[in-house]
């Protein structure tokens, strides 16, 4: 598959990594779990990429993540930011067949798979990827990375289940029905 990357996602990825670094601080912490939290950004990162792909997907999450650790935290935590990378990349992997620019993400087929993608690459970001790196990178404890892993998991799929659904149906509501007007005669 073949993916597109002019101005338009030029674009999308900076407003994209925008929004993703602004919505850094904005964190509902789970308190049962060290440093992890409910995260809005993620929902940012899951829209543009079901809208414009996963070129545009990876990149805010490889951008965002490293630029809002750098700025709001003096540091980037890595093990994290390549995870961000997949959860990108995966859910816009499938953006054409989610339909949002035509209008058709209102239908009950393209919200289930963007849901089913959007679990399996949490997943896969951060029960399996993310712990692995911080035992690899950061040397940090086997049954503590992987709880942290699985809240992060939780907490994720959850945003992005419900907020960046949303987003999503009320982004291609809008578009599509501007897409259907009609100049008069």
Not at 42 to 58: D, E, K, N, Q, R
Not at 80 to 89: R, S, T
Not at 95 to 110: L, M, R, T
Request: net charge positive; aromatic share 14%; hydrophobic share 60%.
């Amino acid at each position: 598959m073949k993916f597109k990357f002019g101005i338009k996602e030029v674009v999308a990825l900076g407003i994209g990594t925008a929004l993703f670094v602004v919505l850094t601080t904005v964190q509902i912490p789970l308190v049962i779990v060290p440093n992890t939290a409910l995260q809005p950004r993620m929902a940012i990162l899951a829209f543009f990429s079901a809208v414009f792909g996963p070129l545009v997907g990876a990149g805010i999450g490889f951008i965002g993540h490293w630029l809002g650790d750098a700025i709001f935290y003096g540091s980037v935590w890595w093990s994290w930011v390549f995870p961000e990378i997949i959860v990108g990349a995966g859910i816009g992997a499938f953006f054409k067949k989610y339909a949002v620019e035509e209008g058709g993400f209102n239908k009950g087929k393209s919200i289930v798979l963007f849901l089913l993608t959007e679990i399996v690459s949490n997943a896969i970001a951060w029960i399996l990827l993310a712990p692995v790196l911080d035992i690899i990178i950061f040397k940090e404890p086997v049954n503590k990375v992987f709880v942290q892993g699985l809240f992060a998991f939780l907490g994720n799929a959850i945003i992005i289940g419900v907020l960046g659904t949303v987003l999503l149906i009320v982004y291609s509501k809008i578009v599509g029905t501007s897409s259907n007007l009609k100049a008069e005669d």
